[in-house]
């Protein structure tokens, strides 16, 4: 048999068992806290805004900022950053992050933070990205998402957070700041809190792309070797990510999503961080990371203030909005 023969008869047999095979992703479904709940004090999103790069010259990041019901300018707020922020804030898309810290801050289960929403960088005549193409193919994102440097910390850091202190009452405590991200803004967030810990503790990571699209599967050799750093990271993945396997038979471990995330929980653990992780069936995709976020986002918030005391009915009752001045 030819050889260009069998590779057909397997592309062939391929095909067959995946057009045979379930849709994994159909089993992962939105709870009740990413929905828009009765009752629910809904937050503000505020934008589009543009932040010109000087850190990347000739491009702009687009980005939204949500401000919840309960944000009070004279009390100090967390911060979360969500990359590709237009997939996590779309009302009907698969993460609806908006929903999520409005239901969790109202029943005190995350602390009131200030969101931010950003897009990767684009030049002004490119496109947008949008739920249908996150901007791999038109935008700065693969540059920005997957480098292994720090140059997307310092768009954060110090393009973005001033700005975003001189508006609002965020508090500058690092423990008091997270970023996520999936697919390639998930790997981005970490890059993040690893090159800035001082400013960026707290990691939510969906399908993360520690993989060698820029070297991105170095990490968990890094994160042996070098000193550990204070961050909290909650991974997730699935089995049917993206995981290399090619009809002529060649596999490409470093390009193996499932087996990257793995190997960073292994690294992570072995080193002693915080860290959390959950292995689903999804596809590479949002599916399950919507479905768990808010318990991501519990975990990684966990550690807020709490009062015992079985009299403080302000703690015992629910977060209600700030009253407006």
Request: charged letters at 25%; glycine letters at 8%; a neutral charge.
């Amino acid at each position: 048999m030819r050889p260009t023969l069998l590779c057909l008869l397997t592309l062939f047999a391929m095909a067959q068992t995946k057009a045979q095979s379930p849709n994994p992703d159909v089993h992962y479904h939105l709870g009740p806290d990413s929905l828009v709940e009765d009752g629910v004090p809904k937050g503000e999103i505020k934008g589009p805004f543009t932040l010109p790069s000087q850190t990347y010259p000739g491009t702009q990041h687009t980005y939204w900022i949500y401000v919840p019901a309960q944000y009070d300018p004279s009390v100090p707020a967390s911060l979360m950053i969500f990359n590709d922020g237009q997939a996590f804030m779309a009302p009907e898309g698969d993460l609806r992050a908006q929903n999520v810290m409005d239901n969790l801050i109202y029943r005190r289960e995350i602390p009131v933070m200030i969101g931010v929403f950003i897009n990767p960088g684009r030049r002004p005549d490119q496109p947008e990205p949008n739920l249908h193409e996150w901007g791999d193919r038109t935008t700065n994102r693969p540059t920005e998402y997957n480098s292994l440097d720090d140059r997307y910390a310092r768009v954060i850091v110090d393009e973005l957070l001033p700005v975003l202190y001189k508006d609002y009452n965020i508090s500058k405590d690092s423990e008091r700041h997270g970023i996520g991200g999936a697919s390639s803004g998930a790997i981005a967030a970490f890059t993040v809190a690893w090159e800035r810990p001082d400013q960026f503790r707290k990691v939510l990571s969906i399908v993360g792309s520690f993989t060698n699209l820029r070297g991105g599967d170095a990490y968990p050799d890094m994160i042996l070797k070098a000193e550990r750093k204070p961050i909290r990271i909650f991974l997730q993945d699935g089995r049917n990510d993206n995981r290399s396997l090619k009809p002529d038979g060649i596999y490409d471990q470093r390009r193996d999503w499932f087996y990257q995330n793995v190997r960073m929980m292994k690294a992570l653990t072995e080193k002693g961080y915080e860290v959390n992780y959950t292995w689903g069936m999804n596809k590479h995709g949002s599916k399950m990371g919507g479905a768990i976020m808010p318990s991501m986002m519990r975990w990684l918030w966990r550690d807020q203030p709490v009062s015992t005391d079985p009299h403080d009915m302000v703690e015992r009752s629910f977060q209600e909005p700030v009253a407006k001045k």
